[in-house]
């Protein structure tokens, strides 16, 4: 069991986003991808951070349209100040990266704890797109499921005792949200962590996997939060790994590329 050092509490935080879209019918959308990477300390999650954005500000300065040509040197690029940068200066998001850029800062994402859920969009009901509303609660289906796979990893490996009270804190990219309300979706989770869930329309019953669990959702601006970034590029990975193995019925090398994730889920 760890405990967070600065709270004395057994704390889970977890950074998400996405990668495609929820939607049927289109053949270069056939995969939605949710997930990202998650710390059992707010000391490794900054850690993770600092290090992290390290790495980015090295990179950073290819991908600034107006750094080439400027006289400035590059100090000034790696270490701006966003809110008044003279130079347009994108997030490092995972599509635009080139490959040498993108496996450098997945080979530190790969040192950490990693997730995801993979959707296959052929496979869900078409009520699901019927609108916003449905789509947003079936995205929140998809959290609810991932994070259970987490928690219960977690205790199966000894790393959390599930008879000790558990905070978790999820930190989701506020552009990918489709969410009814984020204060549904904690009391959700809550729910069937701590009280577990009944399924009556198949007479199936799930029971509660923690004795007490306190949730709270963060929605972030992924530019200036480096472990959202950081779940961008890895879902971006997974979504394009799973979309190879769909177009050429090559599992083995799927699974060999992604077998850092400490949990996946594959859904409907």
Known sequence: MIKDKITDEQ????????SGRLVKGEPNELVFVYGGVFFLSLTEQENFS????????????????????????????????YYNCK???????????????????????????????VVSNYKIKDSIFD??????RFKDYIIKREVKKIVENLISQNRINSQQPVKLVLNLDEQSTVSNGYYDLESSIKEELQFGIMNYN?????????SSVKV?????????????????????????????????????????????LNTSIYLP
């Open 50 to 81: 600092r290090q992290y954005k390290a790495l980015v500000d090295l990179i950073k300065p290819k991908y600034c349209n107006d750094f080439k040509s400027s006289t400035l040197n590059e100090n000034y690029c790696a270490t701006h100040n």
């Open 131 to 136: 609108s916003k509303a449905s789509k947003g």
């Open 216 to 260: 709270k959702i963060k929605y972030k601006n992924s530019y200036y939060n480096y472990p959202v970034q950081a779940a961008d590029l890895l879902v971006g990975e997974v979504r394009h790994a799973y979309y190879n193995y769909l177009q050429n019925n090559d599992f083995v090398a799927y699974k060999k590329r992604t077998n850092f």
């Open 87 to 117: 130079y347009s200066c994108p997030e490092l998001k995972s599509n635009m990266l080139k490959p040498s850029d993108r496996r450098r800062l997945l080979n530190f994402i790969k040192k950490y704890d990693t997730s995801v859920a």
């Open 202 to 210: 198949y007479g199936m019953s799930f029971p509660p996997i923690l």
């Open 11 to 18: 704390v889970i935080y977890i950074n998400m986003d996405d």
